[in-house]
């Protein structure tokens, strides 16, 4: 397989199939959401007290685990669960076990996130310093791989060389220096101010009645939750709080699909005006600009007037004017109504964005899909206040990983191949084209199609070419 290009999923196997034409052997998780009757206050009152010490926790594992000191200590968890149960904090804020544990367990989780992270900046250094040689690279990647040796130069500590990196014509004093300056130029302390969630394992809850009794700070008592269904589950389960209920983020295995009927090869643009374009100029998502746009624009003009009340807040508050700054300030900075409009938007544009992508896969069949790995925004361009707006508000990432969700579900394998070269070049005589607008105009042959057809054809003429 050529080096550009990346297979993000592959699940297809001889496996035995189910009577619906499901793999009995593969799975994908998926998240299900259960929510909950109108709770009392009490009841709300004593989840938003778990959801705060609950990030407490959490910041104080941050605290003492993020450093390089315990970087070789992550792994595993169960050491550092062990040294927490003795600190005290638990006793100290008077919380249950079962949470307690799950958000040391997150915040371990989080910073071996943060630790991978800053060796991948540190991997792009590497890559592109023209200071250093082969040999030089070798090491340092090598490095990155083991922790053990990364943290002992952090460190300063005596270790063994690695045997990758035995023998080559290396400065290891000067490496292990550059690993340690961008190390502390990257490393930051993660951060949590989450106070609306928390997890809760299996053992710290039960079902009676159509709710779900979760354990209490009193031994042996329980908070019942009435829910909208009767679904139970036994599973780690994210308790999300709401305003006057909780939404329950419950994981769940699905099966894979294995369709023998899909047996298509389609080459994909992903874009911003029209989702998808497929390079025999089959277009799916057509309204995703007419769904995104009007509500950048409305956010756009509510954030300026909330603005201009927040000076007018400002200047009243100065001129000693108390009786108006209290009036702006209790009718004009509520967010509950500007977040439930936002979300809503949101959960439309989402619910347009997968309808889209299942009818695309219904309609065309396909056994491989290829598009481009995404493309970083040029830091160095100046964009129109408008643009930003827009290229804040995209849902790029969200279609792309909502892909990968649906190949995987339906054995489907995704490819991804770099982007260079796709873009301005003529699919039809190979020059470079003009962009105008929405339209690629080639004056060397004449061609006049959209940018979206003509780098889809370009995307499926460079995978056929490799």
């Keep these: 397989m050529h080096k550009e290009e990346k297979r993000i999923v592959c699940v297809r196997n001889g496996s035995a199939e189910g009577k619906e034409g499901m793999s009995t052997d593969n799975t994908v998780t998926k998240t299900v959401w259960q929510y909950s009757e109108l709770l009392p206050e009490e009841t709300m009152a004593f989840l938003r007290g778990i959801a705060a010490d609950y990030c407490k926790v959490k910041n104080y594992v941050y605290g003492r685990y993020s450093g390089i000191r315990s970087l070789n200590n992550l792994t595993p968890v169960y050491n550092i669960l062990n040294e927490m149960r003795g600190c005290g904090l638990r006793e100290q804020l008077d919380l249950p076990a079962v949470y307690y544990e799950l958000a040391i367990a997150d915040a371990v989780t989080n910073i071996k996130s943060n630790w991978g992270n800053i060796k991948k900046r540190i991997g792009g250094c590497i890559t592109t310093n023209e200071n250093l040689n082969d040999d030089d690279r070798i090491y340092l990647r090598t490095v990155l791989k083991l922790n053990s040796v990364y943290a002992a130069i952090l460190n300063h500590q005596d270790y063994e060389m690695p045997k990758k990196a035995d023998g080559l014509a290396i400065d290891v004093k000067r490496l292990n220096s550059l690993l340690c300056r961008l190390t502390r130029r990257y490393l930051t302390q993660p951060e949590s101010d989450c106070r609306d969630s928390f997890r809760v394992s299996p053992n710290g809850y039960s079902y009676k009645d159509g709710a779900m009794r979760i354990v209490c700070r009193i031994p042996r008592r329980r908070v019942s939750i009435p829910l909208k269904d009767s679904r139970m589950f036994d599973r780690q389960i994210q308790v999300q709080i709401r305003q006057n209920d909780v939404a329950l983020a419950v994981p769940v295995e699905a099966r894979v699909r294995v369709h023998h009927d899909y047996t298509n090869t389609i080459y994909i643009y992903i874009g911003r005006h029209d989702m998808f374009t497929l390079s025999d100029g089959h277009i799916y998502g057509a309204a995703l600009e007419e769904l995104t746009d009007p509500e950048t624009e409305r956010l756009a003009r509510k954030n300026r007037e909330r603005h201009k009340m927040y000076t007018v807040y400002a200047q009243s508050a100065e001129e000693g004017d108390t009786q108006k700054s209290q009036n702006i300030k ?133 995978y056929l070419e490799k």
């Design 330 to 462: 209790a009718n004009n900075f509520g967010r509950l109504k500007y977040d439930r409009q936002k979300e809503r938007e949101r959960e439309r544009t989402k619910t347009y964005i997968n309808s889209e992508i299942n009818r695309m896969i219904e309609t065309e069949k396909p056994a491989r899909i290829v598009i481009t790995r995404p493309v970083t925004r040029n830091k160095t361009k100046i964009y129109a206040r408008s643009a930003n707006r827009k290229l804040t508000r995209s849902f790029g990432g969200y279609i792309r990983e909502r892909l990968a969700y649906k190949c995987k579900v339906h054995s489907i394998e995704l490819v991804e191949i770099s982007s260079r070269h796709t873009g301005q070049k003529c699919s039809a005589c190979g020059g470079e084209g003009k962009r105008q607008g929405k339209e690629f105009v080639c004056e060397h042959c004449g061609l006049s199609t959209t940018i979206a057809l003509n780098s889809a054809k370009n995307i499926q003429q460079k």
